[in-house]
């Protein structure tokens, strides 16, 4: 059973566009994408830590703005043939407020 921290609103995200909220587990990522869904990442591209947050987020991925590397909001999973990971987190959202998996 999770642990929610309350992070702020759907509002604060822009759509197809990101926020960074600062926590004790790191700076993470906050992306919206066009059909209000918010996924987390920590705002580190696995090629070069590039801030995902300065990317482009496009259906349910974002490209890094260092190198156009493509990575899946839902998993974090870089897209081929680049091959890593960034880390996500566990979101929820209710009554258009974002809360954050603290486990």
Not at 51 to 56: D, F, K, N, V, Y
Request: proline share 6%.
């Amino acid at each position: 059973m999770n642990d929610w921290l309350p992070i702020g609103t759907l509002d604060d995200i822009p759509r197809l566009g990101s926020r960074v909220v600062e926590t004790v587990f790191g700076d993470i990522a906050l992306f919206r994408t066009a059909a209000d869904e918010v996924f987390a990442l920590r705002d580190r591209c696995p090629h070069k830590a590039g801030p995902l947050s300065q990317g482009i987020v496009h259906g349910k991925r974002v490209t890094c703005p260092l190198h156009n590397w493509v990575l899946e909001l839902e998993s974090g999973a870089v897209v081929a043939p680049d091959v890593g990971c960034a880390q996500r987190f566990e979101i929820k959202l209710e009554d258009g407020r974002v809360y954050l998996a603290r486990s």
